[in-house]
Each structure stands twice: as structure tokens, then as C-alpha cells.
């Protein structure tokens, strides 16, 4: 099990980041961004999952400024709050930094990794553009991948995962995304929705989530985890 630590952040914020030790032999250090729920159970699950893989984790809790303690449901007014947090509230270009200041934490000790999940997904592969300390990423259905991201390249090797029936992310710009072909980047499609890797909500797809694992491991250990 990990713990929340505290960490100050490029503009001086001190924010609670879950810090879960590496088990065994360390493969390196991997950044784990959040859903727009916060840093919760299922995301500190994540985390120490990772962690008995060998990785060492933090993973920032984004919204503190705004929101101490933040974690949400997946419905109701949490939901709510979540999305206001997220698309009103919080610059991302602040996760972004935060993001990088937990790499910067980490990338003296080996390669660094990122992954996120909803929210998390975009500031992952965003990440791979612009962080020249990543070793690799894996975005889990990212909304402004396909969109606002699209079209600069990752500088390290990407891999981004869709479900087929998400609703907000529609597959027109996911296969967009496909037909760009960046040549550091390679997406997946599921036969799933929205979400698929939490067991936590109702779209949990488990074999959709078994296999993107299994790629996003795959990915790390290719490229020096």
C-alpha cells in the first residue's frame, strides 16, 4: 500500500500526491494522472497495482488547489462538480506542469512513464508531446487526444486506448487520429465504452481492461521499464 505524501509544485502550491513504493526489482518511475474524480480508491488501487510491477508511483492529486481532498462518484452532484473542476475551474496547462514536476521527481533514479485515465488520458499523451523526460506513455481515452492533440507526434513511444461506444469521444476522430499515423504512436480500439479499465463504474469492460494492461506493460518493458 502506498501513502499521500506532500509536494510543492512549479507555482509553489503544495499538493497531497499517492506515492506508492516500487516492489522487488525497480523498473522505473511511472506518473499516474487521475480520472476528473479526483485521486480516489480505484485510482490508489491503480497505483499500487503498478507498484507490485515494479514501478515507482505518484500520481498528483490535480484539483487541490481549487478542491482539497477531492473525490468523487461517478454520479449526481459529484459528477457535477468533477466536470465543473475540470473544464472551468482547474488550467490544464496546470496539470501539465504538475505532471511534469512529479517526472522531474523521478527521473533520476531510471526511466519515467506516464499514464492516465478520462482527464488523465489527455495530460498523458500531451505529456508525450512536450516532456523530453518520458520514456513512454499510455493514454486510456483521453477526450482532446483526437481532437485539440492531435496532430504533433509524441517525442516518445505512445499508445492510446478507445472504446468503440464512448459517447464522448466519438470514433470519427479516433480514426482520424489512426489515419495520421504518427510514427511514435499506436491506437487501440475496444470493444467498449467510456471508462472500461474502472471496475468501479457500470462500462467496466474487464477483458477490454486485461488487455490494455497488458499492452501498457508490454509498452513500459520495451522501452526500458
Known amino acids: 500500500m502506498g501513502e499521500t505524501i506532500r509536494m510543492k509544485m512549479s507555482d509553489g502550491a503544495e499538493i497531497a500526491v499517492y506515492h506508492s513504493e ?11 494522472i487521475q ?5 480516489t480508491d480505484h485510482i490508489r488501487e491503480l497505483c499500487d497495482e503498478y507498484a507490485a510491477d515494479g514501478y515507482e508511483v505518484l500520481s498528483p492529486s ?12 461517478y454520479s449526481g452532484p459529484d459528477f457535477e462538480r468533477a466536470i465543473e473542476l475540470a473544464r472551468k475551474l482547474h488550467p490544464f496547462d496546470l496539470s501539465l506542469a504538475d505532471a ?18 478520462c482527464y488523465g488520458g489527455s495530460v498523458a499523451w500531451r505529456m508525450a508531446q512536450i516532456s523530453p523526460d518520458l520514456a513512454a506513455s499510455s493514454a486510456y481515452y483521453g477526450s482532446m487526444v483526437p481532437t485539440t492533440f492531435a496532430n504533433e507526434a509524441p517525442q516518445c513511444a505512445t499508445i492510446a486506448h478507445f472504446g468503440r461506444f464512448d459517447a464522448g469521444i466519438p470514433m470519427e476522430g479516433v480514426e482520424k487520429l489512426i489515419e495520421i499515423g ?4 499506436q491506437v487501440f480500439v475496444y470493444e467498449a465504452n467510456h471508462g472500461f479499465n474502472s471496475d468501479r463504474r457500470k462500462d467496466y469492460h474487464e477483458e477490454s481492461a486485461d488487455l490494455a494492461r497488458e499492452r501498457t506493460l508490454a509498452l513500459f518493458k520495451a522501452c526500458g521499464g
Do not use: W
Open 100 to 117: 511534469q514536476t512529479c517526472i522531474d521527481a523521478l527521473k533520476d533514479k531510471g526511466p519515467v512513464f506516464i499514464t492516465g485515465y
Open 22 to 32: 516500487a516492489e522487488g526489482m525497480r523498473r522505473g518511475g511511472l506518473v499516474l
Open 35 to 39: 480520472e476528473i474524480f479526483g485521486v
Open 182 to 185: 504518427h510514427p511514435t504512436a
Open 62 to 73: 490535480l484539483y487541490d488547489r481549487e478542491h482539497p481532498g477531492f473525490e468523487a462518484g
